[in-house]
């Protein structure tokens, strides 16, 4: 009798840790499940987009962030565990999300119920990178988030590659650069009372992006409205 | 009691003076050379929405000066369209036939290769009187799509390598608006949370 309850005992020892590891863990995916859907919902609804759209917190690793994937046009925005670690704040996460909304969104129209246009994604990545970083501001912005996040979190999560000719990616300082010049254009406000100032991830950028700010300023000064070919 | 008050004093100072120095940070010249005399106002985010109301205003419109290319524009150009009749709601009338609607092109996107077309999405719509928000954020025009015959082409190519690889080659068309284009912005009078007052 007694055996049987030490035996039993011991194998209550055993099961319980692991049932509260796994409880843990599914509350703690959870959460940020709750989070992601609450900032996801929130872009959906001040930019009035009424295509369905989901959003999927997924703890597998994914090695390139930030990509314009097929499972963005299959109207699903992932985000993962190697993405979710760099947000520091909701304008971080609002931004990834943002660029996700603008991929999987373009899959609703044109022919085929939107396939073509999910094809012509996959097809020039390059050109729908930088389209989705401005549209990616707009969002934000209607929804209350900061744009200046986008920056911050583009430059913590995007590498800088030696060339873009022959990539199918931009170079990082690029989107960077285009993103600050449509911010200035359009959402000036949010550079004169920058509350990113501070943020050291923005320092950073600040200091990486001297050139293509000093590009900016030359083709205010003269007034000229040609593309500028950013570093 | 003395010495305590100086230790104090001296243990401020050295606070102050490490504040002073961590506030040191890189300011962004190009704004403050370039923005901080202008007036700017804050952009007002679409945050007291209600879609409970299922009504919906349909604005006709026409560019004032056709754009026959991507190339013509650049991103941040104003732009004018004009409504092409009147427009009522409930039997009122809320905007004028001929009346100019001050718009922006928002965003330029290039012809590509694999024939993906050019477009010009335009925003920004000043209706006098209306919530920006209770309106279609942008419109977009887009050339012709040759990715239709391209990507079709590309693969009955593929038994033929590399043949195929010369249909990327193909750019797509043009983005262009003509002045009689008809243009359709939709309103929806009711989708602020205001107790259901409407919103003109």
């Known amino acids: ?231 | 009691m003395n010495k305590l008050l100086g230790i104090l004093f001296i243990g401020i100072f050295f606070c102050c003076a490490g504040s002073s120095h961590a506030g040191e940070i890189i300011q962004d010249e190009l704004v403050n050379t370039t923005l901080l005399d202008k007036k700017i106002e804050k952009p007002e985010p679409f945050e007291n929405y209600n879609f409970e109301n299922t009504d919906v205003v349909e604005i006709k419109l026409a560019i004032v000066d056709a754009i026959k290319s991507e190339n013509d524009v650049y991103e941040g150009q104003p732009v004018k369209f004009r409504v092409l009749s009147d427009v009522h709601y409930k039997g009122r009338l809320i905007i004028k036939r001929h009346t100019i609607v001050p718009a922006k092109v928002e965003v330029i996107i290039r012809s590509g290769m694999n024939g993906i077309p050019a477009s010009i999405i335009f925003g920004d719509f000043e209706f006098e009187g209306i919530n920006k928000h209770l309106i279609s954020d942008t419109y977009e025009v887009r050339g012709q799509d040759r990715s239709l015959l391209v990507f079709p082409l590309k693969w009955a190519l593929t038994i033929l390598p590399p043949t195929g690889t010369f249909t990327n080659f193909i750019k797509g068309g043009h983005a262009r608006i003509k002045s009689n284009k008809l243009v359709k912005i939709y309103y929806h009078p009711k989708w602020l949370m205001n107790n259901g007052k409407e919103q003109m």
């Not at chain 1, 209550?12 to 859907?37: G, H, L, R, S």
């Not at chain 1, 931004?95 to 999987?104: E, S």
């Not at chain 1, 996040?149 to 800088?160: A, C, E, M, R, S």
Request: net charge positive.
């Open chain 1, 1 to 231: 009798m007694i055996k049987n309850f030490i035996i039993l005992l011991a194998v209550i020892f055993m099961t319980v840790p692991a049932f509260c590891a796994d409880n843990t863990e599914i509350v703690q995916e959870q959460t940020v499940q709750n989070k992601i859907d609450d900032i996801g919902t929130k872009l959906l609804n001040s930019n009035k987009i009424q295509e369905r759209i989901m959003f999927v917190y997924d703890e597998a690793d994914k090695k390139a962030l930030l990509k314009l994937d097929t499972k963005m046009t299959s109207r699903r925005v992932f985000m993962y565990e190697g993405a979710y670690k760099f947000a520091d704040n909701d304008d971080e996460i609002a931004a990834f999300l943002a660029r996700g909304i603008v991929i999987a969104a373009k899959s609703f129209d044109g022919y085929f119920k939107g396939g073509l246009n999910s094809l012509q994604i996959a097809a020039s990545p390059k050109k729908y990178e930088v389209i989705a970083d401005k549209l990616a501001v707009d969002l934000m912005v209607n929804a209350g988030f900061n744009p200046l996040g986008l920056i911050t979190y583009i430059n913590k999560t995007v590498p800088q590659r030696r060339y873009d000719a022959i990539s199918n990616k931009n170079l990082a300082s690029k989107r960077l650069a285009f993103i600050y010049e449509y911010i200035y254009n359009k959402y000036p406000y949010f550079l004169v009372n920058n509350e990113y100032l501070e943020n050291e991830h923005y320092q950073n950028f600040l200091l990486n992006s001297q050139n293509n700010r000093r590009l900016l300023m030359k083709k205010i000064e003269t007034g000229s409205k040609e593309k500028i070919k950013y570093e």
